[in-house]
């Protein structure tokens, strides 16, 4: 699919998205307040070419949660707020900022942090951080994480190679819907 058709999408899509959601991020904003103190999360993530970014998100663990990916932090860390905001994807919506600043796409593989090396090495050895990093993809509604690092980049590698504009909207359709799970979280019984 085309570059330049793919970030005209993704900008006309989170400017719009950002528009109609207002209302839902102000009132989660301030519930965030009360469930944590500080409701929105900023982490550096590796975005295309490797480059840093921030990654804006509600918080859905508590402030003390250690800053790994979501499947090496435990069940417990998540709060009670943050359980709905995963289960509805609510959490995602603060990323709309980063696609509107063309740090993200809306659909892409879901970016990581830089100290998953495993990941980094099975993606970089695949292409896939030639694209912009997605909020969604075909990993995220196979319920594919980042627990699985050979997996989700064999998986990456394929949705880019054939993404096409009917997949664009049906990977945005079906998250938004409620297919695929998320990051999963160590349980309690660990």
Known sequence: MHIILIRLLDFLLAFFGLL???PILIVVTIIG?????????IQQRMGKNKRPFKLIKFRTMTVET????????????ITKLGGF????????????VNVLKGEMSFVGPRPNLFNQEELITERDSRGVY???PGITGLA???TIDMST????AETDQKMIAELSLTQYFKFIIMTIT?????????SDNQ
């Open 20 to 22: 109609t959601t207002s």
């Open 33 to 41: 307040y009360f469930d944590t103190g500080s409701p929105i999360f």
């Open 66 to 77: 250690k800053s790994v990916a979501s499947h090496l932090a435990s069940a417990a860390s």
């Open 85 to 96: 905001l995963r289960k509805t994807k609510i959490d995602e919506l603060p990323q709309l």
């Open 130 to 132: 030639a694209v912009l």
């Open 140 to 142: 995220q509604v196979s």
């Open 149 to 152: 690092p050979k997996l989700l």
């Open 178 to 186: 409620g297919k695929g799970a998320g990051d999963r979280v160590q």
